[in-house]
Nanobody
């Protein structure tokens, strides 16, 4: 059974920082590209950052220079370090695991991030 368990969300003031974690189980983590997505109320889910199994990263323009994605294959965990948070970063953040060759795509249950002004 595949499980992606996010943690680290919460309430923070503008300019603050949070570190999200996503612990994966039931997959061979090192073979998956991992990503973080957000969904704000009334809006579609959108990309925040991805990291390939080889460690290449990609970021949405809105978070470049503020957020950093990383992974620890030994712990089957992907992280999202979020700095200089803004109220517009408020959303539910979801972890994603994707195995392109096998067309497998898994999602976590999400963690709420709220940035107060």
């Amino acid at each position: 059974q595949v499980r992606l368990l996010e943690s680290g969300g919460g309430l923070v003031q503008t300019g603050g920082s949070l570190r999200l974690s996503c612990a994966a189980s039931g997959i061979v983590f090192s073979r998956y590209d991992m990503g973080w997505y957000l969904q704000a109320p009334g809006k579609q889910r959108e990309l925040v950052a991805t990291i390939t199994k080889d460690g290449s990263t990609n970021y949405a323009d809105s978070v470049k220079g503020r957020f950093a994605i990383s992974r620890d294959n030994g712990k089957s965990t992907v992280y999202l370090q979020m700095n200089s948070l803004k109220p517009e970063d408020t959303a539910v953040y979801y972890c994603n695991a994707k195995h392109s060759s096998l067309s497998l795509d898994y999602w976590g249950q999400g963690t709420q991030v709220t940035v107060s002004s």
